[in-house]
């Protein structure tokens, strides 16, 4: 399915309330959940691990999309897998085995995303393509929330082509807004990933602006 989905990241949302901030946004029209796992380690910011995604969980409808920036992942694999994550996405730049990565989430029931930091380059994941069913392109430098968009354009429509007739997303996460995103879903996106746009002006007990947010991207 390529029609373009909005996954909201609950990094840009109350963390003493992310029960009810999933709920409200997928009420308010949110197609996936994204939610940003960081170490502190391989991103200079620590979020939270697979407990929180486990409590999480029951909160969500639809998709939950897990974003790791954590090395390694090997280790924490099985946990996302109990916690109840459909999509594991791990970076390419996370270590040196990412076909191993990519084949153990695969084994574990959930489906591989792959994620691409703003300096890799779109040939890093040309030999995993057939073992994915996402591309996370970076438009921010990850590690915090309410960053300025880095136009990858050029990557996102290099990838759309290496992926050719394979059913496999392409993912944008970092500063989309109703500016960014045209020309995103242009080059050939088809999920965007959006924090602060989504969640700015609403809250649990005032969502509204959640779907006033998400339809004008
Ligand atoms: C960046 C995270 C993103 C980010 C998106 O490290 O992976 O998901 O928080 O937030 P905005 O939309 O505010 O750039
Ligand atoms: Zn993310």
């Keep these: 399915d390529r029609s373009v989905k909005i996954a909201p990241s609950i990094l840009a949302s109350d963390f003493a309330n992310f029960g009810a901030e999933c709920a409200a946004v997928e009420a308010q029209g ?12 391989f991103v200079p910011n620590i979020t939270f691990g697979p407990a929180t995604c486990a409590a999480i969980r029951p909160h969500i409808k639809g998709v939950m999309d897990v974003h790791l920036m954590i090395a390694p992942v090997d280790p924490y694999i099985a946990e996302f897998a109990k916690a109840g994550a459909d999509i594991l996405t791990a970076h390419v730049e996370a270590g040196p085995h990412i076909h191993r990565t990519l084949q153990a989430i695969r084994a574990e029931g959930m489906r591989p995303g792959v994620a691409l930091n703003p300096g890799t380059p779109a040939e890093a994941v040309a030999h995993v393509l057939d073992l994915v069913d996402l591309v996370c392109v970076m438009t921010v430098n990850p590690g915090f929330g309410g960053q300025k968009f880095i136009d990858m354009s050029d990557k ?59 339809r004008a991207i």
């Excluded at 949110?30 to 502190?40: E, K, P």
């Excluded at 602060?196 to 609403?202: I, T």
């Design 30 to 41: 949110a197609d996936w959940i994204h939610v940003d796992v960081m170490d502190g380690h």
């Design 156 to 214: 996102i429509a290099t990838l759309r082509r290496m992926i050719g007739d394979r059913d496999v997303h392409i993912e944008i996460d970092g500063g989309v807004d109703p500016k960014t995103a045209p020309g995103v879903v242009k080059a050939g996106a088809d999920v965007l990933v959006a924090g602060s746009a989504v969640f700015k002006g609403g809250s649990v007990s005032d969502p509204a602006p959640y779907g006033q947010n998400i």
